[in-house]
């Protein structure tokens, strides 16, 4: 699992605060990655699945509540869990959910702390997590401004609950994928002109590189190439639209700039393991903030 370390593009827009997702699985194929959001991830029935934080490895008991820091390489596996409905909450968080002056306040001290020690992966109580387990689980069904004011409820008594253990030597650094002038100018190219073709000459013009030196620095900056990176943010565009829109997955296909419908689902399955038809089924309890 180590051996196949990569970059996850999330589902997250530059426009969301916070997106959540809620599954019943009964496998984690899904291989150790790190993104630059935060992610609280919720297990429940999963005794046997190993948990992988930074440099720590352990196996997970029945329950469980962890929050990884941006950039921190995590995933599970499942390990030695015979469980086939392993019900699992993921919650995707924005660097910048509260701000720096926000948090700054007094009353978010708690949050603030606790978002510095994610940078470690925090492993939360059994008790924290079994309080913490039915707000969790109500949550994707709630709407608008009372789904943000419960989720800040929610970190704000994580962040002040006892018996939190961190699990990782090693901490995350914001890398300069977020830093880089360059890699932000591409992003925002990519994510404004995914839905075209876009060239390498193009893009490498963009950024003042010739195309054999702009190659490597989108491989040194993401660990994609170029091409693995349009088409990885493609697709992310192409699971929002699965879950959130009554589109076809023909048209989705075809708005995400696959201009053949073959192409797409070839990718797709490459980048999630599933169809797109048995992802749309798969994420249905999936809800977005904005």
Not at 52 to 73: K, Q
Not at 74 to 87: D, F, R, S, V
Not at 134 to 145: A, N, Q, S, V
Request: proline share 3%.
């Amino acid at each position: 699992m180590r051996s196949s370390i990569h970059r996850e593009i999330t589902q997250l827009s530059p426009e969301d605060s916070f997106l959540v997702y809620e599954r019943v699985k009964d496998d984690f194929d899904f291989p150790i990655h790190f993104h630059p959001e935060y992610e609280l991830n919720f297990i429940y029935k999963g005794q046997g699945v190993r948990r992988i934080i930074g440099d720590h490895s352990s196996d997970i008991t029945d329950v469980e509540l962890v929050l990884v820091g941006p950039n921190l390489t995590h995933g599970w596996e499942l390990n030695k869990c015979t469980c086939k409905e392993i019900y699992e909450i993921t919650v995707h968080i924005q660097q910048d959910l509260l701000d720096d002056k926000m948090l700054s306040r007094r009353i978010f001290k708690s949050i603030r702390d606790m978002l510095n020690r994610s940078r470690h992966g925090i492993l939360f109580s059994t008790k924290t997590t079994m309080e913490i387990m039915p707000r969790l689980m109500i949550l994707p069904k709630l709407h608008g401004i009372k789904y943000y004011l419960e989720f800040i409820s929610i970190l704000h008594d994580l962040a002040r609950s006892s018996d939190q253990t961190l699990l990782s030597n090693q901490f995350s650094e914001i890398n300069d994928f977020q830093n880089s002038e360059r890699i932000k100018k591409v992003y925002e190219f990519i994510h404004d002109n995914f839905h075209r073709r876009i060239g390498l000459d193009e893009i490498s013009k963009l950024v003042n590189m010739s195309p054999v030196s702009f190659n490597r620095f989108i491989k040194k900056r993401t660990g994609k190439t170029f091409v693995s990176y349009v088409n990885d943010t493609r697709i992310s565009y192409a699971s929002r639209w699965l879950i959130e829109s009554e589109k076809g997955i023909s048209e989705i296909s075809y708005d995400c700039g696959f201009n053949n419908i073959a192409n797409f689902n070839r990718i797709f399955k490459k980048s999630k393991n599933c169809t797109p038809s048995e992802f749309r089924k798969e994420f249905s309890g999936m809800q977005r903030v904005l």
